[in-house]
């Protein structure tokens, strides 16, 4: 793993099975469809496994303390749209789910996950073909487009649409062959890699941990993207001794991260501070493993381990990441990154 070679993990089964799980719709709420991928991943490796309450997918490794515990989290739930309401055309009205904007996905086919069908629409901005006299000619000249200027065709009626089970609270994500993931050299870029690609490293520690110093849940949260409701959930009903996120960490120009193989270690997020020892613990673990780390105090964002200190759930939190472009978007992330972010994990967990 020295001077940027490739780490032991495979950068084709790492794409393969990012891909799996980008295909996996699971808009915050809706998640069922990742969920049936995940426990039956968990189940076959040694790990206990199950789901709780709150949706969470949960993967415990035994320790030889079972006195102590720590947990790992990557959200399981991805951004979209809601539906707010149905026009008497068979139109929808949709509002965004967790940090979604309408311009980023542009008009094209969703994915519309009615209760007992799910069926495509378009997700659609107007014409542009217009004068003044039409509201979408502002969005060409002047103003932003905002969910309240979209809409999505499905040249369904009322009595079709209620038929499908398709009505206010319905999901929509963007179309499965619209999330193809495609690959540039050892990059890979696709919507939702935030969290699937974390999820990826969850269920490659499962099969690279046995038998750590402690207990060891590899959680697969629920309901993230609004509030990081699963991690609330299972942090609130199970002591631990620490919690790591694993998130994308966005590039930008205000931050000093880099593309490449080097995960990003945060010191600080929108919602407070992390551990500066539990850090400096992974500092170390990835010495050991010979991944070289960036570190980065990050705006407009937070994850699990974030959230969950500041709510009082857990004493220790830290947020392991991998440098990503794009975010919320057409996300692109070096396959590197990704797997170094399992290095590092799995010698933590070894070493703690």
Same mark, same amino acid.
Request: charged share 20%; net charge negative; proline share 4%.
């Given at each position: ?31 069922t ?7 039956k ?11 709780d ?5 949960? #993967? ?15 959200? &399981?739930? !991805?951004? /979209?749209? %809601?539906v ?21 996905y ?24 217009v ?24 040249k369904?009626?009322l ?12 999901r ?21 890699l935030?969290?699937k690609a ?7 520690? #499962?099969a ?14 629920? &309901?993230? !993207?609004? /509030?990081? %409701? ?13 919690l ?12 000093p ?5 080097a ?5 600080q ?81 070894m070493?703690?």
């Open positions: 793993m020295n001077n940027g070679s490739k780490p032991v993990t495979d950068y084709d089964r790492l794409f393969n099975k990012i891909q799996e799980l980008v295909l996996c719709h699971s808009p915050s709420g809706m998640e469809e990742i969920d049936r991928t995940l426990l991943q968990f189940t076959a490796s040694t790990a206990e496994t199950w789901q309450r709150a949706g969470n997918v949960i #993967a415990k490794i035994p320790g030889r303390d079972s006195k102590r515990a720590i947990a790992i989290t990557a959200h &399981k739930d !991805e951004i /979209g749209m %809601i707010k309401s149905i026009d008497p055309d068979g139109c929808l009205q949709v509002r965004r789910l967790g940090g979604s904007f309408p311009w980023v542009g008009e094209g086919v969703v994915d519309i996950l009615g209760d007992r069908q799910v069926i495509s629409g378009i997700l659609s901005f107007g014409s542009r073909h004068s003044h006299e039409s509201p979408q000619k502002a969005q060409q000249v002047d103003t932003p487009l905002f969910w309240s200027d979209a809409w999505v065709e499905t369904c009626s009595k079709e649409l209620a038929a499908l089970g398709v009505r206010s609270g319905t929509v994500v963007v179309g499965k062959h619209r999330k193809q993931p495609f690959r540039l050299k050892d990059y890979i870029a696709s919507y939702t935030d969290n974390s999820v990826a490293i969850l269920l490659a520690l #499962a690279k941990i046995t038998n750590p110093p402690v207990d060891v849940y590899l959680v697969a949260s629920a &309901k993230e !993207e609004v /509030g990081a %409701i699963g991690a609330l959930y299972f942090t609130q009903n199970q002591t631990l001794e620490a790591i996120a694993l998130e994308i960490c966005p590039l930008a120009d205000e931050y991260v880099e593309s490449g193989i995960p990003v270690l945060l010191s997020d929108n919602y407070g501070i992390y551990d500066e020892l539990l850090n400096a613990e992974i500092r170390t673990a990835a010495e050991k493993a010979a991944v070289p780390l960036q570190l980065a105090v990050i705006d407009g964002f937070g994850s699990d381990a974030s959230i969950a200190m500041k709510f009082g759930h857990v004493s220790r939190g830290a947020c392991l990441s991998f440098p990503t472009q794009n975010t919320h978007g057409y996300e692109i992330a070096h396959l590197g990154a990704i797997a170094n972010c399992i290095e590092v994990l799995a010698t933590y967990c070493t703690i």
